[in-house]
């Protein structure tokens, strides 16, 4: 049976697609349920109904297997491309509030958390899944946040390390609700619930920097010369 499903796949690529799509799901299948360091190339391709040989041409080893399954996943992970560049107040609180909701969207679906037990689960064991997970997955988002921290910098509406205001801003995002969505103990929230974290975050974010900053800015030139008409009537009254 295998054989001729190995000969009915050479050459026909939807097929060779298909099958590689089944590969990949046997795969994160068999690694949730029985952890990655305990799965076998067998069992996956018996999941999946093909040959190992063919496994290993679709898709390749165990590790390799892993990295694909997260990658696939990590998609979800990426920002839109089509954000606002932060020119002012209003373009940047538009531009976080848009990445605020469409990372904890995507983060908060079903297959994502499963990712993140994924790992969690094989952290003594196979460290390769953590590893992996955060190369294809969390630095990629990290990577975007701190882009828009720096494009806020270079229009002047921030001042600090971008690396410091991103990982606050993720903070203020997430508080502890990742920690509930692996644990189980926290259902996803709906998409008003996530509009409204990501607007709470951008609201506490910039009363954190760019009121501070506006706030510590000092007066405009004219203001300075009416302190010092002031004084200096104050020392002529004397």
Known sequence: M????????????PERAAAR???????????TEAGYAETSTLEIATR?????RELYKLVGNKQEMLAACIGERAKRLQVPTDLPVPRDRKTLEQTLVAFGTQLIREVSDPTVVGVFRLAIAEAVRAPEVARALDSLGREATRAALRRIIAQARSARLLDGPSAEMAEQFSGLLWGNLILSLVLGVADRP?????????????????????????????????????????????????
């Open 48 to 52: 999946a109904h093909v040959s190992k």
């Open 21 to 31: 799509r089944r590969i990949l799901n046997a795969a994160f299948s068999a690694f």
């Open 190 to 238: 709906s998409s008003h619930e996530i509009t409204r974290r990501a607007q709470n975050a951008t609201a506490a974010f910039l009363k954190l920097y760019l009121d501070r900053d506006e706030s510590e800015r000092p007066p405009p030139s004219g203001g300075r010369e009416e302190v010092k008409k002031l004084r200096r009537a104050h020392v002529a009254a004397k």
């Open 2 to 13: 295998k054989a001729r499903s190995t000969a009915k796949l050479r050459g026909n690529e």
